[in-house]
């Protein structure tokens, strides 16, 4: 069970988890947010796409392309 913890398959799921809260968030503030905010929101976007990369890693460790 410990193992299933630690599993890159659940560390997939917690990060689109988070990049969809992420999602929900910044729609959420909008872009007519005040100027206080643009500095969260460039923090939100960038924490986004960091998650993506994240993700996209991780799918292709979990399943690599075949060679043709």
């Known amino acids: ?4 913890l630690h599993s890159p398959e659940r560390r997939l799921i917690e990060l689109r988890i988070e990049h ?3 999602d929900a968030t910044i729609d959420r503030l909008g872009p007519d947010g005040n100027p206080q905010d ?4 460039r923090r ?3 924490r986004r796409l960091l998650l993506r990369d994240q ?3 991780l799918e292709i ?3 690599p392309k ?3």
């Not at 069970?1 to 299933?4: L, P, T, V, W, Y």
């Not at 643009?38 to 929101?41: A, F, G």
């Open 1 to 4: 069970m410990d193992s299933n």
């Open 20 to 22: 969809a809260d992420l």
């Open 38 to 41: 643009e500095l969260l929101m």
């Open 44 to 46: 939100l976007k960038k």
């Open 55 to 57: 993700i996209a890693q």
């Open 61 to 63: 460790a979990l399943d």
């Open 66 to 68: 075949e060679p043709a």
